[in-house]
């Protein structure tokens, strides 16, 4: 073998492992920051003029995790999932049923709109926070009344 195809090999062979250390470092940094951990649903409940839902840290069942709402990309409020909800403890989600959120909304104006839920979840330090959106963007509609339908 020359030295040039060993050189050539040798770059080869070092590519390889640089693309799979960087590959196993981004996965280990986005699994830390947006967990697969994190399971929950949002609702509109129209008539109450409300979302509503929950969500479980699966590595963590017994925290309490901060959500919050936004609404056409605008922040609009946060709350903590302390609110019981027995129906996750029977689907098998959690055990302990503290873990609703409910979101009362007044004053949008008419038209269609986009809520979105987002729990807050803090790295082991507290020193970064990042959201992960919980369950689908929900979509509903609101009239001159305030009154809202689904979409």
């Known amino acids: 073998m020359k030295p040039t195809s060993q050189l050539v090999n040798l770059l080869i062979a070092k590519s390889i492992l640089d693309t799979i250390f960087v590959g196993t470092l981004a996965l280990v940094v986005y699994t830390r920051a947006f967990p697969p951990t994190l399971h929950g649903w949002g609702e509109a409940v129209v008539e109450a ?38 129906d996750i403890v029977a689907a098998g989600w959690s055990k302990d049923p503290s873990h609703g959120f409910n979101f009362w ?27 992960q959106l919980i369950g689908d963007p929900i979509q509903f509609e609101s009239d001159i009344q305030d009154n809202w339908k689904r979409r």
């Open 105 to 131: 909304v007044s004053k949008l104006p008419p038209g269609a709109h986009e809520a979105r839920v987002y729990a807050v979840h803090r790295s082991d330090d507290d020193s970064r926070y990042t959201l």
């Open 49 to 86: 003029k409300m979302i509503s839902g929950w969500v479980v840290n699966n590595a963590k069942p017994e925290e309490q995790l901060e959500v919050q709402l936004y609404i056409d990309g605008r922040f609009r409020n946060h709350t903590g999932a302390y609110d019981p909800r027995p």
